[in-house]
């Protein structure tokens, strides 16, 4: 089984799409939401689809510390981490296929997946930006073998995650790199181009391309 768990804060607008995109996945999976102390209906709209729902009432917000809490609940064997913006085109084969490289290469421990932003969304400079990105999470996972990707979505193997002990959750950038890479010290990674993840782009909307870059580097050091 895989268990999909969705870290959230105020997405009551987006939340019901994104749960919708997994209702014609056959293959067994449980959606888990882990809310991140919302202050909008976003815990109510999940509930109302009757998915399992993980809150926090604290004030220090991590995603981190979000995707861990959803694990802390979960079932399967496989963890996939997407966010509340992301959209698989067809998650029934985007899933067939995950599974069945984990079924083939035992010392595969997690797959990274390109992302970019949705037609619907997109502007001028994001196949730019996320091209670069996905430039270097390929050169890095499949050439350097040094773990990195995007939260967008990542699908690992269970016992891995709990071998790293999971995300940092003192981190608020950049914790999914660091995830991967400390995945990549006990087995392999891979940045997987068949995997390709959307997204509304909204972060880089909203800063802006200076401001998006300044905060990568900001909050990286």
């Known amino acids: 089984m ?10 009551e607008k987006r939340i019901t799409a994104t749960v919708r995109q997994f209702e014609k996945l ?5 959606i888990i939401i882990s809310d991140d102390g919302s202050s909008d209906k976003t815990v109510e709209i999940a509930r109302s689809l009757g998915l399992s729902v993980v809150t926090y009432a604290g004030s220090l917000h991590a995603i981190g510390r979000a995707r861990n809490a959803g694990v802390k609940v979960s079932h ?3 963890l996939v981490f997407i966010d509340a913006d992301s959209v698989i085109p ?10 069945a490289r984990f079924e083939k290469e035992p010392h595969l421990l997690a797959l990274a997946c390109p992302q ?3 037609p619907d969304f997109e502007r ?7 091209g670069l990105d996905n430039f270097f999470n390929l050169v890095f996972n499949n050439v350097l ?7 967008k979505c990542i699908i690992v193997r269970r016992r891995a995650f709990e071998q790293v002990g999971g995300f940092r959750e003192d981190l608020i950038f950049r914790e999914d790199c660091d995830f991967l890479k400390r995945i990549s010290k006990i ?6 181009t068949r995997l390709t993840v959307y997204h509304s782009g909204r972060r880089l909307h909203r800063l802006g391309v200076l401001g998006f870059y300044y905060s990568w580097i900001v909050n990286g050091l």
């Not at 067809?90 to 599974?99: C, V």
């Not at 073998?145 to 939260?151: I, M, P, T």
């Open 2 to 11: 895989i268990s999909i768990i969705i870290p959230a804060r105020d997405e």
């Open 26 to 30: 056959v293959i067994p999976h449980e």
């Open 76 to 78: 399967g064997d496989a």
């Open 90 to 99: 067809d998650p029934q084969a985007f899933f067939s296929h995950a599974l």
């Open 116 to 118: 970019l932003v949705h």
């Open 124 to 130: 001028p400079t994001d196949r730019f930006v996320f």
């Open 145 to 151: 073998h040094h773990g990195a990707g995007s939260g």
């Open 187 to 192: 087995g392999r990674t891979h940045f997987d």
